[in-house]
């Protein structure tokens, strides 16, 4: 696999779109980004948040389950 430069991969991840269609946030970070450790840190933190959108979405189903009195049935 070739390796890429600090500026071919701020491209890439500017094109990207994560699983769910979304593009990463922090647009503006990765384009001062200067190294290939800041732009590995700006990946990380779009997986952290992913993740933390998945834990409000399973929170909201939950919450939904107990609205409509299904916590306790089995």
């Excluded at 991840?13 to 503006?28: K, M």
């Excluded at 933390?52 to 189903?61: G, R, S, T, W």
Aim: proline share 0%; hydrophobic share 40%.
């Amino acid at each position: 696999m070739k390796t890429l430069t600090v500026a071919e991969i701020k491209h890439k991840v500017l094109e990207w779109e994560d699983f769910y269609g979304q593009d990463i946030v922090q647009t503006d970070l990765i384009k001062k980004a200067k190294s290939k450790k800041v732009i590995k840190e700006i990946i990380n933190n779009h997986i952290r948040w992913l993740q933390d959108q998945n834990i409000d979405a399973i929170k909201h189903a939950e919450q939904f389950i107990e609205e409509l009195g299904l916590k306790y049935i089995l």
